[in-house]
Structure formats: structure tokens, C-alpha cells
T-cell receptor, first 110, second 112 residues
Framework: GEDVEQSLFLSVREGDSSVINCTYT??????LYWYKQEPGAGLQLLTY?????DMKQDQRLTVLLNKKDKHLSLRIADTQTGDSAIYFC??????????FGAGTRLTVKP | NAGVTQTPKFQVLKTGQSMTLQCAQD?????MYWYRQDPGMGLRLIYY???????DKGEVPNGYNVSRLNKREFSLRLESAAPSQTSVYFC???????????FGPGTRLTVT
């Protein structure tokens, strides 16, 4: 079946940029999402990108989509300790089914 | 707005016991979902309700039943809990099936 993959861990220093990567296999993806999950909490939608776009910027967040390679990334500029969380990539296909990656645990060191 | 709320937050069951997880949303959303989250895996869809009065199976429906009680509430029932159902369960809602989903805080269920 179709799949969404992410590396499980990322560690950066406060003030650096973080880049979280995601690959997916479904060529019929319509939307791609980034969610943030803080400890003991549900998933919070951070941003999303339509599959015919290649970039979306929202304050400190930049989403890049390479549709040919089925690669999605989330860049967080000036990463803060409050950005420490698990980040989930998700894609929606043309049947409106959602698939989630396993999540990347971002640790921000002071 | 409270958004999406779930009860209980934590639950421990013995194998074979039954229970219902409750979910409610106050955003007037049409669509609601139940997911489970297991370590090292993404969220997996158990059941969803595209609109009031309809429910459909997701990726991992076995061992679960759902009820869309009204537009606000969507419950998940485990009739005979098994240790494999130990997980964190998330409810979500969206304005319609094509729109972004908003998640509740989760219910951590342990089956011994």
C-alpha cells in the first residue's frame, strides 16, 4: 500500500534552522500537511500545501514540496525550545484518505 | 470554543472488558474520525463519519464499533478489549471530508 516516511529524530541548537523531511509514495496526493504534537496533547495542524504548489511560507515555517521526487520538507527558522515536539507529515489522496508518517521527534538544545 | 474534547484521558482495562471512548466537537463540523497512535507508527484511521448518519471503516476497524450520536458526538466502542488495543486514541473533526482535521487531546488506553 501507499506509505509516508519520516526520520524519527532530529536534534538542533536553539536559534538554528530545523529541517524535517518526509517522503511519500502516493502519486495521487492532493494535499500534504504538517502537524505538531506536544507531550500529552493531540495533533495541532501547523500548515498544509496543495499538491500543485512547490513552496509555502508562514512566518518561521517554510514548506517545500518536490512532487516529482514525492518529497516534502518543513523548515523552522530560528528554532526555539518551545518548538520541541513530534512533527507528523500527512498526505491526503484523491479518495480523501489520509496517511500519516510515524513522526519526527525534534529536540531543541539551549 | 473547546474544539475537540475526549473522555476519559486515561483508562486501564482487563482483557475482555468493554468500554466506550467519547468524543465531542463544538465547531459544527460535519466529519469526525477515530485514530489510534502506536509507537513508531503514524496515526491509523479506525473509523470515520463523513456526515451525521454515516460511518465507514478505516484502515484498522477490527475490534471496534462506532456511533455518530449526533452532529457533535462520535463514540468508539471496544466490545471485548485485547492487549493489542493498548494505544493512544485520537478523535478528530473537520468541516467536511476534504478539509483539514482538528484533533482532540487523546485517550491513553492500556489493556492488561
Amino acid at each position: 500500500g501507499e506509505d509516508v516516511e519520516q526520520s524519527l529524530f532530529l536534534s538542533v541548537r536553539e536559534g538554528d534552522s530545523s529541517v524535517i523531511n518526509c517522503t511519500y509514495t502516493d502519486s495521487s496526493s492532493t494535499y500534504l500537511y504538517w502537524y505538531k504534537q506536544e507531550p500529552g496533547a493531540g495533533l495541532q495542524l501547523l500548515t498544509y500545501i496543495f499538491s500543485n504548489m512547490d513552496m509555502k511560507q508562514d512566518q518561521r515555517l517554510t514548506v517545500l514540496l518536490n512532487k516529482k521526487d514525492k518529497h516534502l520538507s518543513l523548515r523552522i527558522a530560528d528554532t526555539q525550545t518551545g518548538d520541541s515536539a513530534i512533527y507528523f507529515c500527512a498526505e491526503r489522496d484523491n479518495n480523501n484518505d489520509m496517511r500519516f508518517g510515524a513522526g519526527t521527534r525534534l529536540t531543541v538544545k539551549p | 470554543n473547546a474544539g475537540v474534547t475526549q473522555t476519559p484521558k486515561f483508562q486501564v482495562l482487563k482483557t475482555g472488558q468493554s468500554m466506550t471512548l467519547q468524543c465531542a466537537q463544538d465547531m459544527n463540523h460535519n466529519s469526525m474520525y477515530w485514530y489510534r497512535q502506536d509507537p513508531g507508527m503514524g496515526l491509523r484511521l479506525i473509523y470515520y463519519s463523513a456526515s451525521e448518519g454515516t460511518t465507514d471503516k478505516g484502515e484498522v476497524p477490527n475490534g471496534y464499533n462506532v456511533s455518530r450520536l449526533n452532529k457533535r458526538e462520535f463514540s468508539l466502542r471496544l466490545e471485548s478489549a485485547a492487549p493489542s488495543q493498548t494505544s493512544v486514541y485520537f478523535c478528530a473533526s473537520s468541516e467536511a471530508i476534504i478539509y483539514e482535521q482538528y484533533f482532540g487531546p487523546g485517550t491513553r488506553l492500556t489493556v492488561t
